[in-house]
């Protein structure tokens, strides 16, 4: 989906001055934009250089408030269209067999802040994406547990997270089909990377849905209800949509769309970030995912001349995979770009992928350096 400057006007509002804007603008961050930002944040591209990204330097989006739980009194209530309700502690769940699965989690806002007209939102820019081991039940086990009953369509998995947005008062909630609720790799995740969940990436239970953005693997998990009819909540039904204006309906946001990201070489200027580095060797680097497909190619463009990069092996299925490109820098201003394709034959865009809620832009990331 695409929108040109000239169309948006029929989707910008107009707003009261000192407010945020409610459709995409052209203008500065907002105040609102800035706290959201403040409140969330981005994984340094740096850590790329790690196959495993510290939960420290993995990304974090925070709809609401972290939620203060004590793991003693919590339980977990499995109902709806099963057979038998379940309400299980964390210690009943330890018992369970359990998986460790490496998955690369992005959030499905990553990029938007570069759109342009910029629809208002948390103002990501590349970097919001981590990869980690997440260890816990598989989803499917308590499913069979439960007993899922033939008419059953969509799981609905309802987080401690509680506020308002869109005017309207919630939990965080979404849905997945059942289809994919059943898969091997889906889980209910106690640690990352071997360690008790931290606070805001879930404790003391999340679910984790390797391929699909992160919009899916919802936090903080209370409860979990299998039900016969589509979940319409606003986590589902409003937001996480490609919209073409706020009038259209859209389509759900749901699997990774395959991007690579480089680690930017060099040393950067402290506000600007632009990289500056010596003349000679250098060994670029960075990593490539896709909830579509395994990630078959990347190619390396040093001022506009593409080159195919080697790749490693990846960590898993739905883990990130590093490349590398060996280059000779010559003094002068250059243009570094890196573009990945997956199984399915997808391949990144050299142009923004415009929708109103500016999800999954997984344009062609752009790195400029100084060789001197």
């Known amino acids: 989906m695409t929108q040109t400057q000239d169309n948006l006007q029929s989707v910008q509002a107009a707003t009261p001055e000192g407010t945020a804007p409610v459709g995409p603008t052209t203008g500065p961050l907002t105040a609102e934009e800035l706290q959201l930002s403040a409140r969330n944040h981005s ?66 806002g990553n ?109 903080w998990l209370e409860s979990i209800e299998v039900v016969t009819a589509p979940f319409t909540g606003y986590q589902q039904h409003v937001a996480y949509r490609y919209q073409d204006s706020a009038d259209d309906a859209g389509t759900p946001v749901s699997r990774i769309r395959v991007r ?31 909830g579509g497909g395994a990630v078959t190619g990347v190619d390396v463009g040093i001022d506009g001349a593409w080159l195919p990069a080697q790749l490693e092996k990846p960590l898993g299925g739905f883990a990130w995979r590093k490349w590398t490109l060996p280059w000779v820098a010559e003094p002068g201003e ?7 394709t997956d199984a399915t034959g997808a391949t990144q865009p050299l142009e923004q992928n415009w929708n109103y809620q500016g999800m999954a832009n997984n344009m062609v990331q752009q790195v400029r350096v100084t060789v001197a």
């Open 43 to 108: 994984m340094p591209l740096e850590a790329m250089r790690r196959d495993v990204t510290p939960p420290g330097l993995h990304y974090v989006l925070t709809h609401f408030d972290i939620p203060d739980i004590d793991a003693a009194s919590w339980h977990l209530l499995i109902g709806g269209a099963v057979e038998r309700s379940l309400e299980l502690s964390m210690a009943a769940l330890r018992k369970d067999p359990a998986i460790t699965v490496p998955v690369t989690l992005e959030c499905a």
């Open 111 to 219: 990029g938007r802040s570069l759109l342009s007209p910029r629809p208002i939102s948390q103002p990501w820019v590349l970097e919001a994406v981590g990869t980690a081991y997440w260890t816990g039940v598989p989803l499917a086990y308590l499913l069979g547990k439960a007993g899922v009953l033939p008419s059953a369509r969509e799981v609905v998995f309802t987080g401690a997270d509680a506020g308002i947005q869109g005017g309207v008062r919630q939990r965080y909630a979404r849905s997945l089909p059942i289809r994919e609720a059943m898969r091997a790799d889906v889980v209910l995740a106690y640690t990352m990377n071997g360690h008790e969940l931290p606070p805001q990436h879930g404790y003391p239970l999340r679910l984790v849905v390797p391929g699909w953005y992160g919009m899916a693997s919802v936090k």
């Open 260 to 290: 690579s990201l480089m680690v930017p070489p060099g040393i950067p200027d402290f506000l600007t970030r632009n990289r500056t580095l010596a003349a000679g060797p250098v060994l670029l680097q960075g990593r490539a995912w896709s």
């Open 334 to 340: 250059h243009v570094l770009s890196c573009r990945a």
